[in-house]
């Protein structure tokens, strides 16, 4: 029950930050998703669309991950280990997201000047 909890304060978390960034980003048409090295744009998508990618990957995650929680016991000396790889896993995918949002502001930055 607490991994569930834990996903959805995680999947809350994230699409609130993708709603104020969707606010700061609301001129932009459409968001790079994919980069090369030299800063490149590789792949584009709608701004809602861009947007939304994280959290739902996050929610679809944190969804499997507290059905395989509440159905499979986990090895002999790893039971207290759910909630903090549900924490960590939650702190990865809105890390993940935050630098999207970064690389996206900093890509768009640097094609306006």
């Not at 949002?101 to 640097?110: A, N, S, Y």
């Amino acid at each position: 029950m607490a991994s569930a909890l834990i996903g959805i304060l995680f999947v809350s978390v994230m699409v609130c930050v993708a709603l104020k960034a969707n606010r700061r980003l609301q001129k932009e048409d459409r968001l790079p998703m994919q980069w090369l090295l030299p800063n490149e744009v590789v792949l584009s998508a709608s701004r809602p669309a861009a947007l939304a990618f994280v959290p739902a990957l996050a929610f679809l995650s944190f969804a499997g991950l507290t059905i395989l929680s509440l159905y499979t016991q986990p090895r002999p000396g790893q039971e207290g280990m759910v909630i903090p790889a549900m924490l960590a896993i939650g702190f990865v995918f809105l890390g993940v997201q935050f630098f999207h949002i970064w690389m996206v502001e900093r890509t768009i930055g640097q094609s306006r000047s």
